[in-house]
C-alpha cells in the first residue's frame, strides 16, 4: 500500500471519518470531494486528486460549472468519477431550483443570479428562460421556453404570455445565457427586451426584468435602467 494512500493517515485526518465524527463542516472543499470521488487515480489518492480538479477548475464554483467536455480533458478521470461529479452538480442545480422557487419574493437579479449562473452560464448554446411570479412576486416556476439564437420571431411574447395565463402569473423576469462570454446586451437583445416588455404590458403583466448570463457574471436590465 502507497505512504500516500488515505488508509495511512491518522483517523482524525482522513475525510470520511472527519466528516462522521465532527461534522461535514469541518471537511476541506478538497476532502469532501475526495469523499465523493472515493477514489484517486494512479500517482494520486482521492484527496491529492480532488485538490487537482480545485486547483484546475478554480475552485468548487468552477468545478461545479465543469462540463463533461471539461472533465473528459482531467487524466485519469473515467465515466464513474465523471458521472458522480456531474450527478452532484445537477443535485445544486435542483436544489438552487426548489428554494428559488421557495422563496418567499423575486425582485431582481440579486435573488435570481445564483440559480441563473449555476444553470445556464457554462451552456454551449443560447437558451432563453422565463421565472413566471404571482402578485405577490413569489415564483410560481422557472422554465426554459426557446434554445438556439434569439431572435424577434412572435413566438416568443406569444407562447410567454399564453404560459403566464396557465400558471396565473402576474408578472416575469426573462433570462437568456451569452455563450460567447460577451456580458453587455447585443442590440438585438435590446430590441427583443422592448418588444416583450410592452407584450407583457399590454395585458397587464409586469416585467421585472431581463437577465443575460455569462461564464463571468450578468447583466440586468432594470440594473441599467433598460426596461424602458
Known amino acids: 500500500m502507497s505512504r500516500d494512500s488515505i488508509k ?3 483517523k482524525s485526518e482522513r475525510p470520511r471519518e472527519l466528516l462522521l465524527d465532527k461534522g461535514p463542516e469541518y471537511v476541506s472543499d478538497a476532502g469532501l470531494v475526495a469523499i465523493l470521488l472515493r477514489t484517486g487515480t494512479q500517482g494520486k489518492n482521492a484527496v491529492s486528486l480532488s485538490r487537482h480538479l480545485l486547483h484546475n477548475f478554480n475552485g468548487l464554483r468552477g468545478l461545479l460549472h465543469a462540463t463533461k467536455k ?3 480533458a482531467i487524466k485519469g478521470l473515467g465515466p464513474a468519477k465523471i458521472s458522480q461529479l456531474l450527478a452532484v452538480t445537477e443535485l445544486v442545480k435542483r436544489q438552487l431550483k426548489e428554494e428559488l422557487i421557495d422563496r418567499v419574493k423575486a425582485q431582481g437579479p440579486e ?3 445564483e440559480y441563473l449562473s449555476l444553470s445556464m452560464a457554462n451552456l454551449k448554446e443560447e437558451v432563453f428562460k422565463v421565472i413566471y411570479m404571482n402578485n405577490a ?3 410560481l416556476s422557472a422554465e426554459i421556453l426557446f434554445k438556439g439564437t ?3 420571431s412572435v413566438a416568443y ?3 410567454i404570455i399564453k404560459r403566464a395565463f396557465e400558471l396565473n402569473a402576474s408578472s ?3 433570462a437568456h445565457n451569452h455563450p460567447s462570454g460577451e456580458s453587455g446586451p447585443s442590440k438585438q437583445d435590446i430590441s427583443l427586451t422592448q418588444k416583450l416588455v410592452n407584450a407583457c404590458r399590454a395585458v397587464d403583466l409586469t416585467p421585472l426584468d431581463h437577465i443575460i448570463i455569462t461564464s463571468d457574471g450578468y447583466f440586468s436590465f432594470k440594473e441599467h435602467n433598460m426596461l424602458g
Do not use: M
Open 8 to 10: 495511512n493517515w491518522p
Open 70 to 72: 471539461d472533465l473528459k
Open 111 to 113: 435573488d435570481v443570479a
Open 137 to 139: 412576486n413569489l415564483i
Open 150 to 152: 434569439i431572435n424577434q
Open 157 to 159: 411574447p406569444r407562447e
Open 172 to 174: 416575469l423576469i426573462f
